[in-house]
């Protein structure tokens, strides 16, 4: 027996109707790339959406073509987005700071044919739009004077678009499971592989982050999404925003710390959401000038682990609520928030701040578990490690075009690629990559735990942890150790330091002094260099 | 071009599932029929839950059955919801307060196959058992000792068959357009007609209502629904609680001041939900006792208009925060909600609190348009009155069986019944129910607004507008008054009472002085009987 309730397909156009609609008037708020703050409202907003449909469609653009945007965060930037899923089109966002090859590659796996991108990336585009064979039109997001400058043959201003585009057209009226969104892995092996999300799994992701014990934004909000718009869907905010009503600062371009801040101030921010490395720079600015956060209340904070400093100086100094945050380009992206429940409530406060510094537990609409090698569930002791898995509506089932094969198990669920435990109040941390956890016995080793307190030694400057093959506990773990300038040390010194802070069991059968460790483009050590580094290299005791 | 993401059904099982995974030991309290408080927690209403799924099945229950319950909020109650949503069979939830022959028309509609029953309404079933004829099972919501004074025969134990139960039942795994529940709407004219909700209805309603600008359930809240699982969904705290982790207060039978303080005292509760005449019992209590609030942070008033005194008195007095709500069987029940926007915190307090008396501004998934007869859209101006019209993914298509035909305009909107305004803030405030609206001259006159002020003269007791026949202006308003004990009055005292409160053109016709004016079973005017009274009536200067 089916229900009798109405047939309203989630479709994110709906999202931005509702804002027109009930919070028409609502600021919305961009630092331009060009310069100078600008303001506009949801209506006006979209309305220029729709204005910007008329023209894509004008353009040839149909319904599952691609469009592709090099963009900051930018009211812009959120018509662009709007116009583009409207009409049943694809939004590609694509991440800058990528390098210009891996751009061009990805173009071409999307079969990109309309480009959007910011006056910042002219000098890319200049150098390389004659390997994107698939974009058959660029539009320079700002005005006919900003035209002025663009050196780009054939390049199409936004502002004429948007003046000049039928607003006449119908959004929605396609199914809730029409592609919306597009957006690569960054891809540590490999080619980047496309996320293409769905108008239901963008929906129901806002109605995720809306829950309280989530981003939960509220009309009275002011939020500043300093997480980029180009990657995992802003974790929901250029839909929770809208969705909500509330104020919305957009920061374009300058993200570092004094910039932030005068925008929190100026505008009034209450919420915001970044990664640590923008946090650390905005506290760099407000202990370097003394400066007071008046309005901001919470913070989410994702992307890489949260530094307890951080978090200390964010809730203990300036009076913010910090709640950590993590997700996957795959998972929409979010997994999980570390957020507290009546039981963590009870618990003493040193307890609870290291809840808070692990990755979360998951809302509705997120399933996750732990497995062991052969996909057996391990238990939520906090102490077990195993692969996690997870699975929800706006969790990827594949690849654009199949890339990579079969990526989810029997039960549905995705593998993260990464190693975590469980607590007992249903928090998540991660423990490793999966490809670095070390497999010894079969029992695993977090490669992570030992070098972060191995990097705690006075003498240590950097420190990394790899398995090493051996005959008869398949891989032993072996520190390497990057001394600070100037030191000298012993492979004791190092065993002793770690003795009873780690299993005996643990304890790396070598360590190795090392005159560097690579980085990766991201600032974490690279294991797979490391192990290629290390391919001849033999255990002790091992003929 | 379809999304990539994973086929995850908005399905009610996930919630409770959910629940268990998450906050497996948080526990639910419940004021037991037999009276004693008694705990459990979510994986025991899990387990228990599938229990008497394996039970109903054993009992021959299928997919598409129609399951009654007649029940007070307790975790029995829940179990017996999910229980039977689970395995795709159809909750319906009965009325209580509904006269027998109604109860016995309703599950001969709905064709229910077998009745849960609390104690508390065993003198009911033993006089009406046998015009239940398609019930082949009655089972009664206690344990062994409890069923020795159960004088129906045939009837079952429910702690007996949670017990013998076979837990290894598949929940869910059935399209999210599955009915879930069936509610019959109390029907004023005509025949009840029953609302089925989906499990997806369900589903979008709990993320409407986890919202922080909804009801914004978070984990560390402790909830008390005292408004009834019997009726519209509990405005879906039986869902959000299980979805966020909230301990759940459910307080069986008894509703009283004076036992709902000592649940709100006794286990810390700190959000709760009922209609205005609860928290009058409980403000009197209050009142009475001296007694203060000391964990109560936030309720939500709804099915009837908030009176200021009431709002003022719990948000002044005891500090707890007043959210006024609207909705209707038919709308699963979320309709609107008056949480402030950052435009409204702006405006004088004065001016604030008007518009949290009113009934509020729609969540995303809720669309309202006002219309005139003709179906034209009326503007948002906050005077302009019309009929309020809602769409969404949680609002009827259609009634059970097709009672009534077709009830969606042609842009898919659900007629309320109701007559309404829109100011610019996005304020709905109902104004009447639309067949009590008098139309005179092609304008509309609002009944209740003048009944408000006349019953606020010294001498009234009960006041009552409605439109009388008039061969010009189609219908013009008369007021009725019962006069207060020993009191008389002219027909321009009132009149004079009225000047300058309301417009010129709204002024009645004519006073009629009676010794009584009907109240239908609500305790609302009988309009329907007061036309009917006045059929042969002839206003002054008409013909």
Redesign the interface.
Known sequence: ????????P?TVD??LD?AR???G??EIVTRSIEGPIVRTTYAELHDRAKRLSGALKALGVQ??DRVATLAWNTARHMEAWYAIMGIGA?CHTLNPRLHPDQLCFIIGDAQDTVLFTDLTFLPVLRGYRDRMTSVKHVVVMTDEAGMAGVDLPGALCFETLVREGDPDVTWGDFPE????GLCYTSGTTGDPKG???????NF?L???T????AM???????VLPVVPMFHANAWGVAFSGP?????MVLPGARLDGASIYELLEAEGVTFSAAVPTVWQMLLGHLRETGARLSTLKRVVIGGAAVPEALLRAFEDEYGVQVTHAWGMTET?PLGTLA?????T?RLDDAVQKQLALKQG??P??V?LKLVDDEGRRLPHDGETFGRLMI??????????KGAGGAI?DEE?F?DTGDVATIDPY?FMQITDRAKDVIKSGGEWISSIAIENLAAGHPKAALAAVIGVAHPKWDERPVLLVKLRPGESATKEEFLDFLAGKIAKWWTPDDVLFVDDIPLGATGKVDKKRLRADLADYVLPGVA
């Open positions: 027996m089916q229900g009798l309730m109405q047939d309203w989630l709906r999202i509702h609609d009930w919070h008037g609502q319904t599952g694809v499971n029409t592609a919306a996320v293409l999300y769905s108008h239901r799994s129901l806002t109605f995720i809306m829950a309280r014990d939960g934004v509220s009309a009275t909000d002011v969705a909500t009503g509330a104020k929409s957020r507290p429940t009546s039981a409530l537990r998951p509705l609409g399933d699975r929800g509506p706006a969790v990827s089932s594949a690849y654009f989810l549905g995705f249903g």
